[in-house]
């Protein structure tokens, strides 16, 4: 906090306030540095992405959303609970099929043996 005060304060080059993103510029030249002494890895294959997975949570969020955006503006009719309640079971469907394909081992989107560890639930 000091130190954005006295790059204001100081007002190199006349910019005002903008000097303050200048604080960026060690932090990204010490980052760019330190980035080589990073060792490389090398995963053996990329997994393809589950797109079966995005689409279920994304037609979830759509259901979820919609339910609490809209609501408030048209009161809270039928179609708001029963998409509310369906959003419920999606994310269900969506659970049991993150789950099954962890068991088959396919990549799935969310691996869901991560919610059985303490440390995991507690983050």
Known sequence: MVLGGFIIESDFGG??????????????????????FIPKSYAPDRPLLDWSGVIIVSIRLVLFLAHLIESPNHGWTIWSS?????????????????????????QPLIDTGLFHQPRFMIG
Request: aromatic content about 22%.
């Open 15 to 36: 910019l005002g306030w903008r000097m303050i993103f200048l604080v960026n510029v060690p932090i990204g030249i010490f980052s760019i540095l330190m980035a080589r």
């Open 82 to 106: 029963l998409s509310f309640i369906s959003s419920v079971f999606v994310l269900f469907w969506f659970w049991k099929l993150q789950t099954r394909k962890r068991f088959a081992n396919l």
